[in-house]
């Protein structure tokens, strides 16, 4: 019960979208594919599902190759941004599409939906009409639909960015409970960290077309494979440093690594997350804050540093401005033109490269 992509390629006309990407989906793992607008994720989704054919390379099931294998008898689920239900049929008779599909008889079709309704959280709305449902309702009859028929493999392309972000992030929690609860394999296209990283037991990372990085969240976000990973992660500063028995340092200072990020003792290049420097009254780095900007439990600084020297640094590691970010508590957050000392911390470090 494995998908697994061989060398897969798929290009439209002289644009290569998806380039030579191996990866294997094990039976019940949840794996999301993560990459900026345009990297290819969907449509490397769309080829699994049999809606694109592959340039070269292939789809495999279990080790077959499912290249004759037609989109509705590969036994997908599929999920999108905004549903696509059905707007002529109610709520149960949409759960109930692919049950009928499959000759289901109807004293089962009616259990099953009652089941699937209740898992996600819609107990009670079978009759109602799917034009009068919420977005976030809309994507949960969304996937008990794709659930009802027990797909081996679910596919989810973007199911919950259409909605606004309190509800996603609920829905994001709520999605994992039902993928684990049903022990679903899938694959989940996202662009949101947050969302891949409540979702998934893998995430996988793609650029270009190309998968860059695979690997559990906390690896991925921990370990990035290259700079690019990094930056597409939040890491918008990255410094060469060194790492000696656990302690990180650059030209901004040095921290003790959480345990599953230190590497072994030499040379690296350090990702900086915008809360990689914390306002404190001891800190190594001095600076003079140039802006502030208020979000919801805390204030993100930008902060020029005092010595020309790191300022030089940081200049060089960015190619751009010697501007750094930081974060402060809402509490006494330093103004603009004020100073502020700063300490680097470690939840806010990525290792990108050891040399
Ligand atoms: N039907 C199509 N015809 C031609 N080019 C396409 C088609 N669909 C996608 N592309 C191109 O293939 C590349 C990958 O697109 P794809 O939609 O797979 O990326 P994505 O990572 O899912 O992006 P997004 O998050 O914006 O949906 C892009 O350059 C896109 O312009």
Request: aromatic content about 2%; overall charge negative; charged content about 20%.
């Amino acid at each position: 019960m494995t998908l697994g992509l061989r060398g897969l390629s798929v290009h439209y006309g002289s644009t290569i979208a998806v380039s030579e990407v191996d990866l294997t989906v094990a039976d019940g793992e949840v794996v999301a594919l993560l990459g900026p607008s345009g990297c290819g994720k969907s449509t490397l989704l769309r080829a699994v599902a049999g809606l694109e054919q592959p340039a070269s390379g292939a789809v495999c099931w279990d080790e077959q190759d499912l290249a004759a294998v037609a989109v509705h008898r590969r036994g997908f689920g599929l999920v999108f941004q905004d549903g696509q239900l059905f707007p002529h049929r109610d709520v149960a008779g949409n759960v109930a599409f692919g049950l009928r599909m499959a000759g289901i008889d109807r004293a089962a079709r009616v259990e099953r939906v009652t089941e699937l309704l209740e898992l996600v959280g819609l107990r009670g709305y079978g009759n109602r009409s799917v034009t009068s449902l919420s977005g976030g309702e809309a994507q949960r009859v969304a996937l008990a639909r794709a659930l009802a028929p027990r797909p081996r493999l679910l596919l989810l392309d973007e199911p919950l960015s259409a909605l606004d972000r309190v509800l996603r992030e609920q829905l994001a929690i709520d999605l994992a409970e039902v993928l684990r609860a049903t022990g679903s394999t899938a694959l989940v296209v996202t662009h949101d960290h947050d969302e891949a990283f409540t979702l998934a037991d893998r995430v996988a990372v793609m650029h270009r077309g190309r998968l860059e990085q695979i690997g559990r969240p906390d690896e991925v976000w921990r370990r990035p494979a290259s700079p690019t990973v990094a930056a597409f992660l939040g890491c918008t500063t990255q410094l060469p440093g060194e790492v000696q028995d656990g302690i990180a340092s650059c030209a901004l200072g040095s921290v003790r690594l959480a345990e599953a990020a230190v590497p072994q003792d030499g040379s690296v290049l350090l990702g900086l997350r915008s809360t990689a420097l914390t306002a404190d009254p001891v800190g190594e780095l001095a600076g003079t804050v140039i802006q502030r900007v208020h979000r919801r439990d805390h204030v993100r600084l930008l902060v020029e540093p005092r010595d020309p020297a790191i300022s030089a640094a940081v200049r060089t590691a960015k190619g751009a401005d010697a501007i750094v970010e930081a974060v402060a508590p809402v509490a006494d957050a330093p103004a603009p033109g004020e100073p502020v000392r700063l300490s680097l911390a470690a939840e806010g470090i990525a290792i990108v490269r050891t040399h």
